[in-house]
Nanobody, 121 residues
Framework: QVQLVESGGGLEQPGGSLRLSCAASGSIFSINSMGWYRQGPGKEREVVAT???????NSADSVKGRFTISRDNAKNTVYLQINSLKPEDTAVYYC???????????????WGQGTQVTVSS
């Protein structure tokens, strides 16, 4: 019923930039919070940044000043601008959203399939 599809990952050199996108589609009535998570090699999944429906953001200390989350509510899309990439940013980045599905009176939490970001020279 609902699908989150990430794009924009890839191989980038240290100090470079990437912009990740995640588009939600399907029988969506509304989307509450959206966020980005990542899971590095041998590590647990961790939250990177979140954004509410009215634009309030929160981000992990490790990415403050380098990562910026934003969203376009008209497009049901959330973005993650990643600057000053470091090798330790290498991870699979996942999109997450709390949303209401048409015809259902409860919040559904949904995940994307992930997009690989590799930072290496």
């Amino acid at each position: 019923q609902v699908q989150l599809v990430e794009s924009g990952g890839g191989l980038e050199q240290p100090g470079g930039s990437l912009r990740l996108s995640c588009a939600a589609s399907g029988s969506i009535f509304s989307i509450n919070s959206m966020g980005w998570y990542r899971q590095g090699p041998g590590k647990e999944r961790e939250v990177v940044a979140t954004i509410t429906s009215d634009g309030r953001t929160n981000s992990a200390d490790s990415v403050k000043g380098r990562f910026t989350i934003s969203r376009d509510n008209a497009k049901n899309t959330v973005y993650l601008q990643i600057n000053s990439l470091k090798p330790e940013d290498t991870a699979v980045y996942y999109c997450n959203a709390d949303l209401k599905v048409i015809g259902y009176n409860y919040i559904v939490n949904s995940w994307g399939q992930g997009t690989q970001v590799t930072v290496s020279s």
